[in-house]
């Protein structure tokens, strides 16, 4: 069973940074897409960054793009998400995740299949 973990949440200023690694416990296909989703109180899941198998595509939510920055090497099974200017409305659980369903960087939360438990990300102003 593959896990992914999450490190680097915490609490931070608005107009701060942050930066979010996650891992695979084993290494996954190189086919892989990756992606960040989050999950605001009392909100459902959203898409935060996506990031496909070769790490040269990215998509991002239109709340986030000029300020994070998904990246990873190529076919690794790794990603991270760098958060500048931060806001208090970026304040929510971060979730890992990856699909074994396609390599592009897909958007939507059916196309993953494996998890992390989350990270929380609070940003107080």
């Known amino acids: 069973q593959v896990r992914l973990v999450e490190y680097g949440g915490g609490l931070v200023q608005v107009g701060g940074s ?7 416990s ?6 892989y ?6 999950q ?7 898409i935060v960054a996506a990031i496909s198998w070769s790490g040269d595509s990215a998509n991002y939510a239109d709340s986030v793009k000029g300020r ?4 990873r090497n190529s076919g690794e099974s790794a990603v991270s998400l760098q958060m500048y200017n931060l806001r208090s409305e970026d304040t929510a659980v971060y979730f ?3 699909s074994a369903f396609t390599g592009v960087a897909a ?3 059916g196309y993953y299949t494996y998890w992390g438990q989350g990270t ?6």
């Open 18 to 24: 942050l930066r979010l690694s996650c891992a695979a």
């Open 26 to 31: 084993e290494r996954l296909f190189d086919s």
């Open 33 to 38: 897409a990756m992606a960040w989703f989050r």
């Open 40 to 46: 605001p109180p009392g909100k459902e899941r959203e």
């Open 68 to 71: 994070f920055a998904i990246f």
């Open 96 to 98: 890992c995740a990856a």
């Open 107 to 109: 958007t939507s939360t």
């Open 120 to 125: 929380q990300v609070t940003v107080s102003s």
